[in-house]
């Protein structure tokens, strides 16, 4: 018997790769891209009037609604509907602030073709994909929660500020110690976390409800 399609949707405001990367989806069998769109707005319109995809592909720079907001809109009006982010650059503030706006992982546009539908198969069957700035041993950590290593006091503060717009000095600033006692308590979370990158203890903090988004 035959397998489900995966439906899917492209939205990014250039029209040669948004075209290029719904053709080059549509050659996996296990896909169907059922639409695409420039930004949020034709988004919008388009989820209006045609069968809801399964997980959209979204830009993050776009006009008139950019990722951030289309995706915290998708959130908020179909919950259902997993979001992958598509990433010019590897930039951790970009790929945070998709993630707190509702997304379930990101790829990088130069990623091969493949490897997008690995991420797209990942959300659709595990509910979420991140690439190799966090540890895939983020996923098993958050799964056990009998297994998750406690943290201090002011561990948990440094978490909650890390997923702010604060630089780490500012971090440190904030919380009345150096530079050297924040990057030690980012080591130190790295270590116990099984994490590599900021993004990856701002999705911790995110999956184990320490912020409210």
């Known amino acids: 018997m035959k397998e489900a399609k995966i439906n899917i949707a492209i939205v990014d405001d250039h029209t040669l790769f948004r075209n290029g990367l719904a053709a080059l989806m549509n050659e996996f069998e296990e896909l169907n891209v059922i639409f695409s769109a420039g930004n949020g707005k034709e988004m919008q ?24 907001k289309a995706t915290a809109w998708l959130k908020e009006t179909y919950p259902q509907i997993k979001v992958l982010a598509l990433s010019m650059f590897d930039e951790e503030k970009a790929v ?7 997304a379930c992982g990101y790829v990088l546009k130069e990623s091969k073709p493949r490897e997008v539908l690995e991420a797209i198969k990942t959300i ?33 503060e440094f978490l909650k500020l890390c997923c702010s717009e604060l630089t780490y000095k500012e971090i440190a ?41």
């Open 45 to 68: 319109d388009m989820l209006a009037n045609s069968l809801l995809p399964d997980i959209i592909l979204m830009d993050i720079n776009m006009p008139e609604m950019d990722g951030y």
């Open 124 to 156: 659709y069957t595990k509910g979420v994909y991140i690439n190799e700035l966090v540890s895939g041993k983020l996923l098993h950590s958050i799964a056990n929660q009998k297994d998750a290593p406690l943290l201090s006091a002011r561990e948990i």
């Open 96 to 102: 945070i602030g998709m993630i707190k706006s509702g």
């Open 173 to 213: 600033d904030s919380m009345f110690v150096s530079p050297r006692t924040v990057d030690n308590y980012r080591e130190s979370l790295f270590q116990k976390l099984n994490l590599k990158s900021r993004t990856g203890l701002v999705l911790y903090s995110i999956k184990n409800q320490l912020i409210q988004l």
